[in-house]
């Protein structure tokens, strides 16, 4: 009867799944996302199950007009805790900083219209941080290694770079 215990705790630790989780974040508000199987969730939170036959190494997350990108997962992960990742913005101003702008600077911006009011202006290939905020168990890390492809919203964050919650 003890061999037939241990033999099912064996096999159940065999098929823990492989999973990623974390809540995104962005100006102090939680965001909705959708993870790469497609689930959605309004608090911002995911938690993706990895397949266990082909590792994967890297996963595209939708967060609000941004695709976020983590890559070089482990492949000997078990369950990975990210925590809060609060991302950053574009760069915005408002119209009075646009008219200041040159013919030229102003190229670089677009105007913002949330329903019918009028928001500012945004600029295409500018952040408001250099760095991506991670926070977990209370304490936080700015991870300034990461890229932005402006033309696809594209923000690439290398998972070596983050210091997880588990």
């Not at 033999?7 to 959708?34: E, K, N």
Request: charged share 25%.
């Amino acid at each position: 009867m003890k061999l037939f215990f241990t033999l099912i705790f064996c096999s159940l630790s065999y098929l823990t799944t492989p999973q990623i989780s974390g809540q995104f974040y962005r100006d102090g508000f939680a965001v909705p996302v959708i993870d790469p199987l497609g689930n959605v969730d309004f608090d911002g939170n995911f938690s993706v199950n990895l397949p266990t036959d082909n590792p994967v190494i890297e996963l595209i997350f939708k967060v609000y007009d941004f695709k976020v990108k983590i890559v070089n997962i482990p492949k000997d992960l078990n369950k990975i805790n990210l925590g809060i990742i609060e991302l950053p913005e574009r760069k915005s101003i408002d119209l009075r900083q646009y008219e200041l702008l040159s013919a030229e600077q102003k190229k670089d911006y677009y105007p913002v219209n949330h329903y019918a009011n009028f928001l500012g202006y945004e600029h295409k290939t500018l952040l408001d941080k250099d760095y991506i905020l991670f926070t977990c168990n209370g304490l936080s890390k700015q991870v300034k290694e990461f890229s932005f492809d402006w033309k696809m919203g594209m923000i690439t964050i290398d998972a070596r770079k983050i210091t997880y919650c588990n």
